[in-house]
């Protein structure tokens, strides 16, 4: 079974610096979908980037980039230029391409990103 | 506006009185699921659908039930709620596609006492 590991549960970054939040994954698939997700305190999941594991470069959606790394099975987001409306959970997951007509994602624990003015 | 509209955001009930969380998406998706969040187990899936009249079992299916009689509406049903149940439950619908993202409800936060 797939499992995907978060293993900052908290992390902190002054305005306008740069932060990576980490995550790793376990899966014998070749096929697969990566996602980071936001929820802030409002609590809604709010998707923050997504990455197709048969592309080799690296997805990036505005200030936000992911460091993708197949073979070590790893996906880290950076977030550029940190604002105080990105202090939230950060969750990393993982769907599989053989899950027949499951779209599940397999999630990690989080990451509490903390914004410092 | 696109959006999964989740009812009620809080419900507070008290154990074996039959609920029902509803969950309507306007953006024509054919797939819907249920998750429940809980601190340190992370999201688990409850129930999924990809069709209507279709469903079947995520990893955490006791205690519940779905419907899919129409495409926009997947309601969670909770026919005899139990406190182990107490959580926080988010309904999510996305396109069939693969690569295509899940789109979140606003959440439940449910308690039974």
């Known amino acids: 079974a797939q499992t995907v590991t978060q293993s900052q549960p908290e992390m902190s970054v002054q305005e306008a610096e740069t932060v990576t939040l980490s995550c790793t994954y376990d899966t014998s698939e070749s096929d697969y979908y990566l996602f980071w997700y936001k929820q802030p305190p409002s609590r809604q999941m709010i998707l923050v980037i997504r990455q197709e594991a048969y592309k080799q470069q690296n997805a990036t959606e505005n200030r936000f980039s992911v460091n993708f790394q197949k073979a070590a099975k790893s996906f880290s987001l950076k977030i550029s230029d940190s604002q105080l409306g990105d202090a939230a959970m950060y969750f990393c997951?993982?769907?599989?391409?053989?899950?027949?007509?499951?779209?599940?994602?397999?999630w990690g624990l989080g990451t509490s990103l903390g914004v410092n003015p | 506006e696109a959006q999964v509209t989740q009812n009620p955001r809080y419900l507070i009930t008290v154990t074996g009185k039959k609920l029902t969380v509803t969950c309507s998406q306007n953006m024509n998706h054919e797939y819907m699921s249920w998750y429940r969040q809980d601190p340190g187990l992370g999201l688990r899936q409850i129930y999924y659908s990809m069709n209507v009249e279709v469903t079947d079992k995520g990893d955490v299916p006791e205690g519940y039930k779905v419907s899919r009689k129409e495409k926009r509406n997947f309601p969670l049903i909770l026919e005899s709620p139990s406190p182990n149940q107490t959580s926080l439950y988010f309904c999510?619908?996305?396109?069939?596609?693969?690569?295509?993202?899940?789109?979140f409800g606003n959440g439940t936060r449910l308690t039974v006492t």
């Open positions: 997951a993982y769907r599989s391409a053989n899950a027949g007509n499951n779209r599940k994602l397999i």
């Open positions: 999510a619908s996305s396109f069939g596609t693969l690569n295509s993202p899940l789109h």
